[in-house]
């Protein structure tokens, strides 16, 4: 027995001429009324036979020899049914026909021929030494020559086209098998290439590229396909071609709002959509490589809240985007996200490196500064005051006491300058006793140290839903606001506030009433970070070190009001920065 994948079509024909030729023998007997179980015998095996034949050809089996043994069975059968029923005075002489049709068709015409003549052997002999009627056996021996004739000679013909179909069916199944492995293939180095690279451009070529191949194994359609690819990425508010094929160059600098039409529902549903008269869409019909396109798929790049883009294909054949390409461009597109998602990530971390090294640079160049105009210059006006007491000493040791009183204020007045620097630089006890116990500490040298009046309101119940890492960064958001406040706003108190808003999202203020500043003016020259906005740039980029809004309210003479809006969780900081519209 041996089991093939694609059913034989000759046996399935044998085994439906065997059927109508049993219902024929039935009816014959029926109507012979001989249609006695003791004369047939031969009929239950013929049909037990063919049941046999049936399942194999089911289950697409075969036995070993299968052809030579389904004929000789069915030779043997019909002779014995011709021979128990009566032979030519029987009902049912011409069973012979069945041995014959099998012949033909698994021998074709010689086969039908051989079989016609095997089974004119027991006829003859019947007629010349059972009935002795000679002329009727060769009448009949005859008739079953022709019939082989005719029959081997049709069968050839049905053969012939049952190979030829066959060919074909396997040709095409060959072919299918080797579009799908075509197509793996292409999955496989996608998801290699996509995994491979933290470059946008590459991701985004290598999207369009291998969506190509598998939509088109066949490289020389590939390269007559009319597919139209575009990968549209968010900058700046608007979706900007950032990879295409088949664009033209006018066509690769639209922009588009996704404020209408086809790529606003995709993005709005997050689903792929299968697009119609793309030429009509109110925004993608501005692209001129699309206006010949009839059938489209359009896929959003996002991931869960994250929208990216989206990735579209357009063809101009109406029924080009069938279940298996739409499948396919589902499988790439979620792959293309990932990739995305990772080149995303990269970038981010490399922008945030890059912040951090701008932040140490700043702060490494703010401590010059600081040391520069603070305990430098003290030290530099004791030492020369160091020397006018020296010479004061020989003419006049009243004056120089006096003098030396105010050298010693002055070394007091630097040496708390320097500790309130180094507090500043690192708070051992905002580690220690945590970010309420650091503002105070920071408020008390600052009265100390320079006389400023610092005002403390801080929820507890706030800080306790803060890590670590959030409250060093918060400390150090009050200390620049404090510090430019002391500075520059030549304010009577600073107050600072830190409460719960709502619902995971806290705010911190820091609030004076000094001179105040005009915002408008100090953010033109934050755009182009200039030094006198530096103070702003800290307050900015640690604003962002928390994922938080800073808002600065200020006019001149009326003081200054710095909010930063801070989310304590990844909800909250969705809703702060994405608020949806009631």
Same mark, same amino acid.
């Given at each position: 027995?041996?089991?093939?994948?694609?059913?034989?079509?000759?046996?399935?024909?044998?085994?439906?001429?065997r059927?109508?030729?049993?219902?024929?023998?039935?009816?014959?007997?029926?109507?012979?009324?001989?249609?006695?179980?003791?004369?047939?015998?031969?009929?239950?095996?013929?049909?037990?036979?063919? $049941?046999?034949?049936?399942? $194999?050809?089911?289950?697409?089996?075969?036995?070993t020899?299968? =052809?030579?043994?389904?004929?000789?069975?069915?030779?043997?059968?019909?002779?014995a049914?011709?021979?128990?029923?009566?032979?030519?005075?029987?009902?049912?002489?011409?069973?012979?026909?069945?041995?014959?049709?099998?012949?033909?068709?698994?021998?074709?015409?010689?086969?039908?021929?051989?079989?016609?003549l095997?089974?004119?052997?027991?006829?003859?002999?019947?007629?010349?030494?059972?009935?002795?009627?000679?002329?009727?056996?060769?009448?009949?021996?005859?008739?079953m020559?022709?019939?082989?004739?005719?029959?081997?000679?049709?069968?050839?013909?049905?053969?012939?086209?049952?190979?030829?179909?066959?060919?074909?069916?396997?040709?095409?199944?060959?072919? #299918?098998?080797?579009?799908?492995?075509?197509?793996m =293939?292409?999955?496989? @180095?996608?998801?290699?290439?996509?995994?491979?690279?933290?470059?946008?451009?590459?991701?985004?070529?290598?999207?369009?590229?291998?969506?190509?191949?598998?939509?088109?194994p066949?490289?020389e359609?590939?390269?007559?396909?009319?597919?139209?690819?575009?990968?549209?990425?968010?900058?700046?508010?608007?979706?900007?071609?950032?990879?295409?094929?088949?664009?033209?160059?006018?066509?690769?600098?639209?922009?588009?709002?996704?404020?209408?039409g086809?790529?606003?529902?995709?993005?709005?549903?997050?689903?792929?959509?299968?697009?119609?008269?793309?030429?009509?869409?109110p925004?993608?019909?501005?692209?001129?490589?699309?206006?010949?396109?009839?059938?489209?798929?359009?896929?959003?790049?996002?991931?869960?809240?994250?929208?990216?883009?989206?990735?579209?294909?357009?063809?101009?054949?109406?029924?080009?985007?069938?279940?298996? =390409?739409?499948?396919?461009?589902?499988?790439?597109?979620?792959?293309?996200?990932?990739?995305?998602?990772?080149?995303?990530?990269?970038?981010?971390?490399?922008?945030?490196?890059?912040?951090?090294? @701008?932040?140490?640079?700043?702060?490494?160049?703010?401590?010059?500064?600081d040391?520069?105009?603070?305990p430098?210059?003290?030290?530099?006006?004791?030492?020369?005051?160091?020397?006018?007491?020296?010479?004061?000493?020989?003419?006049?040791?009243?004056?120089?006491?006096?003098?030396?009183?105010?050298?010693?204020?002055?070394?007091? =007045?630097?040496?708390?300058?320097?500790?309130h620097?180094?507090?500043?630089?690192?708070?051992?006890? $905002?580690?220690?006793?945590?970010?309420?116990?650091?503002?105070?500490?920071?408020?008390?040298?600052?009265?100390?140290?320079?006389?400023? #009046?610092?005002?403390?309101?801080?929820?507890?119940?706030?800080?306790?839903?803060?890590?670590?890492?959030?409250?060093?960064?918060?400390?150090?958001i009050?200390?620049?606001a404090?510090?430019n406040?002391?500075?520059?706003?030549?304010?009577?108190?600073?107050?600072?506030?830190?409460?719960?808003?709502?619902?995971?999202?806290?705010?911190?203020?820091?609030?004076?009433?000094?001179?105040?500043?005009?915002?408008?003016?100090?953010?033109?020259?934050?755009?182009?970070?200039?030094?006198?906005?530096?103070?702003?740039?800290? $307050?900015?980029?640690?604003a962002?070190?928390?994922?938080?809004?800073?808002?600065?309210d200020?006019?001149?003479?009326?003081?200054?009001?710095?909010?930063?809006?801070?989310?304590?969780?990844?909800?909250?900081?969705?809703?702060?920065?994405?608020?949806?519209? #009631?």
């Open positions: 027995m041996r089991k093939f994948e694609t059913p034989y079509m000759a046996d399935w024909f044998a085994i439906s001429l059927w109508i030729m049993l219902v024929g023998l039935i009816v014959s007997l029926g109507l012979g009324q001989k249609l006695e179980i003791i004369l047939s015998w031969p009929l239950g095996f013929m049909i037990a036979w063919n $049941l046999v034949m049936t399942m $194999l050809a089911s289950m697409n089996v075969r036995m020899y299968h =052809r030579r043994i389904s004929f000789f069975v069915d030779l043997v059968l019909s002779g049914f011709f021979l128990v029923q009566g032979g030519l005075q029987g009902p049912a002489f011409w069973t012979g026909l069945l041995p014959i049709l099998t012949a033909a068709i698994y021998y074709e015409f010689f086969g039908a021929l051989t079989a016609a095997l089974f004119s052997i027991p006829v003859l002999y019947e007629g010349m030494f059972i009935h002795g009627n000679l002329s009727l056996a060769i009448s009949v021996s005859i008739t020559l022709l019939l082989g004739l005719v029959f081997g000679f049709l069968g050839k013909r049905m053969i012939v086209r049952i190979r030829q179909n066959r060919s074909m069916f396997l040709d095409t199944e060959e072919k #299918k098998r080797a579009i799908q492995t075509e197509r =293939r292409a999955i496989y @180095e996608l998801t290699s290439a996509l995994s491979s690279t933290l470059s946008y451009k590459r991701v985004l070529d290598s999207a369009l590229d291998m969506s190509a191949t598998a939509l088109n066949d490289p359609q590939m390269v007559s396909d009319p597919l139209v690819g575009i990968v549209m990425l968010f900058n700046g508010g608007k979706l900007r071609v950032g990879s295409a094929r088949r664009l033209t160059s006018a066509d690769m600098r639209v922009t588009f709002d996704a404020a209408e086809v790529l606003k529902r995709a993005l709005d549903e997050g689903e792929p959509l299968i697009l119609k008269d793309i030429s009509y869409d925004e993608l019909g501005r692209v001129v490589a699309l206006r010949t396109c009839t059938s489209g798929y359009c896929f959003p790049l996002r991931s869960g809240l994250n929208v990216y883009g989206a990735l579209l294909f357009a063809h101009p054949d109406p029924e080009y985007f069938n279940s298996e =390409r739409r499948n396919l461009l589902d499988i790439i597109g979620r792959q293309a996200v990932i990739a995305i998602q990772n080149a995303r990530l990269y970038q981010d971390l490399v922008e945030e490196k890059e912040r951090m090294v @701008e932040v140490h640079e700043e702060a490494r160049k703010k401590l010059a500064r040391l520069h105009d603070g430098t210059q003290s030290v530099a006006a004791m030492a020369m005051r160091l020397n006018i007491t020296r010479r004061m000493m020989v003419k006049d040791v009243k004056a120089a006491g006096e003098e030396l009183v105010k050298l010693e204020e002055l070394a007091h =007045r630097t040496t708390k300058e320097i500790r620097m180094l507090f500043t630089l690192r708070p051992l006890i $905002l580690e220690s006793q945590g970010l309420t116990a650091a503002v105070q500490a920071m408020a008390d040298k600052v009265q100390e140290t320079f006389s400023q #009046k610092m005002i403390v309101h801080i929820d507890e119940r706030v800080t306790k839903q803060l890590e670590m890492g959030k409250q060093g960064v918060i400390f150090y009050i200390e620049e404090v510090n406040a002391r500075k520059h706003a030549t304010a009577e108190a600073i107050v600072v506030r830190l409460k719960q808003m709502e619902i995971g999202i806290a705010l911190l203020e820091i609030e004076d009433n000094g001179v105040g500043f005009d915002v408008n003016a100090m953010s033109k020259e934050y755009d182009k970070r200039a030094s006198s906005s530096l103070g702003m740039v800290n $307050l900015r980029e640690r962002e070190l928390v994922n938080g809004l800073l808002q600065i200020s006019a001149p003479g009326h003081g200054t009001k710095i909010q930063v809006y801070i989310p304590l969780t990844e909800d909250a900081a969705d809703r702060l920065h994405h608020p949806r519209s #009631k």
